[in-house]
């Protein structure tokens, strides 16, 4: 297996929903993160996850909360969101974090709506 | 922190033609990455640099990491269609682990 799962493909929600991206992968990569994309733009890191903790936080505001419940398994918790974090949110792991390796496997994304 | 400048924007250019694109730092990778996005999907990796002068390359595709390591260009031979979408480079040093990505070039590709 060399993919990386996202889970729902597309999200619509409003203001006030709570709602959950999932990232899984079985490739035995120690290291996951999550990207954001808005259209035209190159990714962003939001944060990554090594050894299942928490590593980097690129200064994300707190209506985004990750867990990471496992190895193979990343999730992106949503709540209270604003319209201008609609964009395309992006899953991605590598077998170590900044390891000389083959770069980072990426999922084909979650395209979310916030209306 | 760390820039890395693509160029060009995008580009326009007949089935057959070659492409040349590149990225440019102001500061020291040690590792260089192509990635290609087609649209509503993840980017997928194209080709890893490991080395300074390190020239690789992947059927149609070569890419080279520079010698002052703060460079690295991609050609792509002979397009053909499915070459449309974006080409990001990315950077990765041992000072700073997170992978950075360019701006992208928008290739379009006409039969």
């Known amino acids: 297996d060399t993919e990386v799962t996202q889970t729902p493909k597309h999200l619509v929600m409003g203001m006030t929903n709570k709602k959950s991206l999932k990232c899984e992968q079985h490739?035995?990569?120690?290291?996951m993160y999550w990207y954001k994309q808005k259209a035209k733009k190159p990714p962003e890191l939001m944060f990554v996850?090594?050894?299942?903790?928490?590593?980097i936080n690129e200064s994300v505001p707190s209506r985004f909360s990750p867990e990471c419940p496992n190895s193979s398994l990343l999730n992106l918790h949503l709540h209270a969101l604003q319209p201008e974090d609609s964009a395309l949110y992006l899953c991605?792991?590598?077998?170590?974090?900044?390891?000389?390796?083959?770069?980072?496997?990426f999922g084909s994304g979650t395209r979310l709506t916030v209306v | 922190g760390q820039q890395l400048n693509q160029s060009p924007q995008s580009m326009f250019i007949q089935e057959g033609e070659d492409v040349s694109m590149n990225c440019t730092s102001s500061s020291i990778f040690n590792t260089w990455l192509w990635y290609k996005q087609d649209p509503g999907e993840g980017p997928v990796l194209l080709i890893a640099?490991?080395?300074?002068?390190e020239l690789t390359s992947n059927g149609r595709l070569t890419a080279q990491f520079g010698i002052t390591r703060k460079d690295s260009f991609l050609n792509i031979s002979a397009s053909i269609p499915s070459d449309v979408g974006i080409y990001f480079c990315a950077g990765q040093s041992y000072n700073n682990n997170d992978m950075r990505f360019g701006a992208g070039t928008r290739l379009t590709v006409k039969p």
């Open positions: 996850y090594s050894y299942e903790k928490l590593s």
């Open positions: 991605a792991s590598s077998q170590e974090w900044g390891y000389r390796g083959k770069g980072y496997t």
């Open positions: 640099l490991y080395k300074a002068g």
């Open positions: 490739m035995g990569h120690r290291a």
